[in-house]
């Protein structure tokens, strides 16, 4: 076994979960075939880790679930676990309140084991097969996961699909960003290139109004101090997929620290970790994460698109790949 892949645990049905190591640009990732989770990332002369992440396989079983992993195949939430496709009504897995679709189901592809196809030193790409039925979902679905860690210090996905049937996809890394290792991230700031958003109920399904951020606490185009506003709700990007672009930047003002978030996506879902458990979950270098530890910025498809025809278009059909490219690109000082 290469020196980068160590064992790392093995999950409730004692399959063997590895965890291999990247190394570039100044920056050194952890990455588990579970889920294909960033476990933890770090930049060369930061002392403490960017992302949360467990010391232990256990806690991504439980508590933990999502952090860090690739979630899909169909990323956020799907109201009702229900959706209409070509004349044909599809029931999905409802693990959200027992009534919603969330991150594919119940068992969705950041609770599965990826394989290992191909690793560098700085770059591993990892696949999935999800079967015609799975959760579900129609069409057995082909998934490959390049994550690199490039020069200019980023950590980087390049998310590809294929479908034998048309089939909502939509993935997106779900890692939890926290900038300067202190306890919570109401001190960042954030910017979001985005002139709306989706409002959502009280089970946080969107109600299908696209509302302008002006005037709301939604108003991130210049940059503004996260605080702790309740933030679970996507950010209108586009209508359409667009080539890679810069959509959002994190800072935080502690650590001279910033992030620069790159995608091709629709949507960014900004998630501010606030129903973390007060009691706490142990984290890296013996942290404890409590309520708004870290902040989500996963980029994918708006949610509930599969049921709403007004929202862009969430749908891979056989004659088309899917691909999803988001970088997470760090600065330190006067770079930023």
Known sequence: MSQSIIEFGKTPDN???QRVTLKGGGLKANILTYGATVQDLRLEGVAHPLVLGAPSIEPYFGPMKYFGAIVGRFANRIGQGRFLLDGHAYNVSRNW???HTLHGGEVGAGEKIWSIEDLTDSRVTMGLELADGDMGFPGHLTVH???????????GFDIRATTTAATPCSFAHHGYFNLDGGP?????????????????????IPTGEIRPVEGTKFDFRTRSEIGKRGLDHNFCLSDTRKPLRPVAR???AESDLSMSV???????QVYDAAYIPEAGLAGLDCQTYKPFAGVALETQVWPDAPGRSEFPDAILRPENEYRHQVRYVFTTGAQK
């Open 145 to 155: 996961a390049k994550i690199t860690l490039t020069e200019d210090c980023s950590l």
């Open 15 to 17: 399959d063997a979960i």
């Open 184 to 204: 919570d991230i109401t001190g960042h700031d954030l910017q979001i290139d985005a002139k709306a958003y989706l409002p959502v109920d009280d089970e946080l």
């Open 97 to 99: 309140l027992s009534r």
């Open 262 to 268: 790159e995608t091709t996506e629709t949507g960014l």
């Open 250 to 252: 994190l800072h935080s």
